[in-house]
């Protein structure tokens, strides 16, 4: 395929993540809770992750320190459990086209915490630092739209849905804007611990950097954290059984194809042309779920969601190119001072060693890609 490989590759990822958002929807509208779904997803998660880890890294299970554990606790407990309950209680509140475009402000999220722990810089006078803040604000202001403007409603493209809901309880219908609100708030803070979850992550992965061995055992330790929650917020483990309905083929989806295959192919995609190239397909993601939510469930779409999801958009991009900008200052720098360095070097050591520390502080910088 050559380099046409990272492209098919994001194509890919974003069509599972669109699956991902029909599917769990129409899960939700089955009736089916929240909490135990991500118990569930966890589980087919570990089921699959927890073979593959004992085979491949058996031999370095025993160099897992205690310390570690307790910090991938806590990390799987904020990024995994916490995010995806706040994630899914959002998608039952709201829309799955809802879920999607605000999938486009972790980055932004991601940007502002770094900003705060002083892994990241901004420098008000240039165009990359106030590409930025632009990106910061246009992100508020659709995350604001979407939860208090809501706006005309679009008809569903198809009125014949593929996916019913068994009860009218839960069939496609306009939220109170109450709960629209609360649902909206909840990804917000979904999007915030993903965002904690990827910036410690990258610390952790520094100090214990086997990929396979920290994402299995995130799963095995959400799977269990997973449980106590849904046990607690459903008691009616009749609640619990699986169907041979869509319920089940969406735990099998984000169970399998979403961690096994989407998140491999993420990893590759990432070797291949770097996280930045990968979030920019962030939009189309938005642009498909809309589309595919309306057609297989009937959602609503509301103007105020389209109008909210494009300022998430803008925002994402304006962030994006605030990066890609500074990270080419960033290198122009570092090769002149590089070739400063090679012409004086033989006249001035003091000089050249100089050169060099000014060069390893241009190219650190940027500690924190956006991701």
């Not at 605000?102 to 980055?107: E, F, G, I, L, R």
């Not at 920290?214 to 169907?243: G, I, N």
């Not at 291949?272 to 190239?277: A, L, N």
């Not at 001072?337 to 050169?355: F, M, R, T, W, Y």
Request: with cysteine; net charge positive.
């Amino acid at each position: 395929m050559g380099t046409k490989t990272p492209y098919i590759l994001a194509v890919i990822i974003v069509a599972i993540y669109t699956g991902m958002y029909v599917m769990s929807k129409a899960a939700f509208n089955e009736g089916m809770n929240g909490f135990v779904f991500v118990f569930y997803r966890q589980a087919a998660a570990s089921l699959l992750l927890l073979p593959i880890a004992l085979v491949r890294e058996r031999k370095n299970l025993r160099s897992l320190p205690l310390g570690l554990l307790v910090k991938l606790f806590f990390l799987a407990l904020i990024g995994t459990t916490i995010g995806m309950n706040l994630s899914n209680a959002s998608m039952t509140l709201t829309s799955a086209t809802v879920a999607s475009a605000a999938s486009n402000s972790t980055p932004v999220i991601t940007f502002c915490l770094a900003l705060l722990l002083r892994m990241e810089v901004v420098k008000f006078r240039s165009s990359s630092g106030v590409a930025k803040l632009i990106g910061v604000a246009l992100c508020l202001a659709g995350a604001l739209i979407i939860a208090f403007y809501t706006g005309p409603s679009l008809s569903p493209i198809n009125h014949h849905r593929a996916f019913r809901a068994r009860t009218a309880a839960h069939a496609s219908k306009a939220p109170s804007h109450g709960a629209w609100v609360i649902g909206t708030f909840f990804m917000v803070l979904s999007n915030v611990t993903w965002s904690i979850w990827m910036v410690w992550q990258a610390a952790l992965l520094k100090e214990y950097p086997n990929k396979m061995l920290l994402t299995t055992a995130q799963c095995v330790l959400s799977m269990a954290q997973s449980f106590v929650v849904a046990a607690v917020a459903e008691r009616d483990f009749a609640k619990w059984k699986l169907h041979f309905d869509i319920s089940l083929l969406a735990v099998a989806y984000t169970g399998f194809v979403v961690t096994g295959v989407a998140y491999y192919l993420q990893a590759w995609c990432v070797q291949i042309k770097g996280p930045v190239f990968l979030a920019v397909w962030n939009p189309l993601c938005f642009v498909l779920t809309t589309f595919c939510s309306s057609s297989f469930l009937g959602e609503i779409v509301h103007l105020g969601s389209i109008v909210g999801g494009l300022l998430l958009v803008c925002g994402l991009y304006s962030v994006l190119w605030g990066k890609s900008r500074e990270s080419r200052v960033f290198e122009c720098r570092a090769n002149t001072i590089s070739g400063v360095q090679d012409g004086q070097e033989h006249k001035n050591p003091q000089a050249a060693e100089l050169g060099k520390r000014e060069q390893e502080e241009a190219t650190s910088m940027s500690a924190v890609e956006v991701v």
